[in-house]
């Protein structure tokens, strides 16, 4: 019965939704496997199991209401320092999620992050997905392993520094022409437009380093439910508000 009425309602909610209005590029903060996990009895990996299978039906909504980019924040550049025990399963779980997602057909895949942070083994599936699904004209997902914000920003001003040195240029010249579309550039994600919405599953209200040169001018959704029992109505919710919200960039 309750799943009939979810049902109902999400397809109430999603009757009632402007796709004029839904955001083109979404970041999720797939937040709260382990205490899911905890909450239903089970252990660490299996709530990262049910995390990584609610990815699938994630981008099924997306394709549904025209987004055309998802970045998926699925292992922080913090998450590297836990046990031993807990980080390999972890890792072996985002590795089977990502090649389920190359193997789809319908999305393409690319990783955000210090890849050379990485165990070997999770960076060669990382660059196979890339290049497997580099021609698919489908959304573009970006997953996000071994991703920091602070990292990212330290790693695009490494790499312009390294740019212009091997040019020749000076640091009096570099200073000259430092600016935000410069730095931009050197992102993981230079090219793509900046997320519209960040929604961050488990009830935390806070961005914990994700896109934090991306998302300043995002809207942000906080919702309670923890990340492997998310659900349509919950995605369609997320929309809908930000559809409500009137993004004024400061003027």
């Known amino acids: 019965m309750r799943d009939l009425v979810y049902g109902l309602y999400a397809r109430r909610v999603e009757g009632r939704l402007d796709h004029a209005q839904v955001p083109k590029h979404i970041g999720v903060i797939l937040d709260g496997n382990r205490r899911w996990a905890r909450a ?18 994630l981008l099924g909504w997306c394709s549904e209401t025209d987004v055309e980019v998802v970045t998926l924040w699925l292992l922080s550049t913090d998450n590297l320092d836990r046990p031993e025990e807990e980080l390999v399963p972890l890792l072996s779980i985002i590795e089977g999620a990502v090649r389920d997602l190359a193997a789809d057909g319908r999305w393409r895949v690319h990783h955000v992050g210090n890849r050379d942070l990485l165990p070997s083994r999770t960076q060669t599936v ?5 290049r497997d699904t580099e021609g698919v004209d489908g959304i573009l997902v970006n997953v996000a392993v071994g991703y920091g914000g602070r990292q990212e920003i330290a790693d695009a001003v490494r790499s312009l520094l390294l740019d212009h040195a091997t040019k020749g240029s000076s640091f009096e010249e570099l200073a000259e022409i430092v600016d935000i579309d410069l730095i931009s550039e050197h992102l993981y994600t230079r ?13 935390e209200q806070r961005l914990s380093g994700f896109m934090l040169w991306q998302s300043a001018h995002s809207e942000y959704y906080f919702c309670e439910v923890f990340w492997p029992a998310f659900r349509k109505v919950d995605f369609l919710r997320a929309l809908r508000d930000y559809a409500a919200r009137h993004r004024r960039y400061g003027n």
């Open 126 to 130: 990382l660059k196979e997905a890339e």
């Open 40 to 57: 239903a009895g089970g252990t660490a990996e299996q709530g990262h199991k049910a995390g990584a299978s609610k990815i699938q039906e």
């Open 191 to 203: 090219g793509q437009p900046d997320p519209d919405l960040v929604i961050r599953t488990s009830g």
